[in-house]
């Protein structure tokens, strides 16, 4: 057996212990892979969809749910943008009320970022909760996605703002998506 295939056997072995183990109290689809020293956490639920990749050393640290060919660069990170209570009187904000606190009732519960089928996420973006990324679209390394993110575009700096479409035109936008359903969701 060629060392290649040993890889290819290896990788496909870690992908089943992190969905049937370590991350068994998550929704993790088929075909999700995520590299080294990835972390994942939320306080409620994590789905992520089919044939998804989380690149080395990303974090999940909130409520998340990926459509289906996702994948992220190395150290991407999803965060809550009201973990800890910071309104808190009288207490430091390292002791203050965290998301994580079963009497937490501050702001933050149920936002859920939302990733949607065919997302591309650069090396070293984070993602904060409740952002909704449309469909196709990448997010250039190193932003910090603050607001929703439109279908088939391509949002780069901090905060994350609009740098161009996928697509040069409507012509192959429609054709991408014809054959997107046609050959990967039917």
């Known amino acids: 057996m060629a060392y290649?295939?040993?890889?290819k056997i290896l990788k496909k072995l870690i992908s089943i212990y992190q969905r049937k183990y370590r991350w068994r109290k998550y929704e993790l689809g088929d075909g999700f892979h995520a590299g080294k020293n990835v972390t994942i956490w939320a306080p409620n639920s994590i789905r992520i969809g089919k044939y998804c990749y989380l690149g080395r050393g990303s974090q999940i640290e909130c409520d998340v749910d990926f459509g289906d060919f996702v994948f992220t660069g190395n150290?991407?990170?999803?965060?809550?943008?009201?973990?800890h209570n910071w309104e808190?009187?009288?207490?430091?904000?390292?002791?203050?009320?965290?998301?994580?606190?079963?009497d937490y009732k501050w702001k933050g519960l149920g936002q859920v970022t939302y990733?949607?089928?065919?997302v591309w996420?650069?090396?070293?973006s984070i993602v904060l909760s409740g952002v909704n990324i449309g469909q196709g679209s990448?997010?250039?390394?190193?932003?910090?996605?603050?607001?929703?993110?439109?279908?088939?575009?391509?949002?780069g700096g901090i905060p994350a703002?609009?740098?161009?479409?996928r697509f040069m035109s409507k012509t192959q936008l429609?054709?991408?998506k014809s054959i997107f359903r046609k050959n990967w969701k039917p």
Request: proline share 3%; charged share 30%.
């Open 88 to 102: 808190e009187i009288g207490k430091p904000m390292l002791f203050s009320q965290r998301i994580k606190d079963k």
């Open 138 to 155: 990448i997010i250039a390394a190193g932003s910090v996605v603050t607001k929703d993110v439109e279908p088939f575009c391509i949002y």
């Open 121 to 124: 996420i650069g090396y070293g």
């Open 115 to 118: 990733v949607n089928d065919d």
């Open 161 to 165: 703002k609009k740098i161009s479409t």
């Open 174 to 176: 429609d054709q991408h």
């Open 75 to 83: 150290n991407v990170a999803f965060v809550g943008r009201y973990d």
């Open 4 to 7: 290649g295939d040993n890889r």
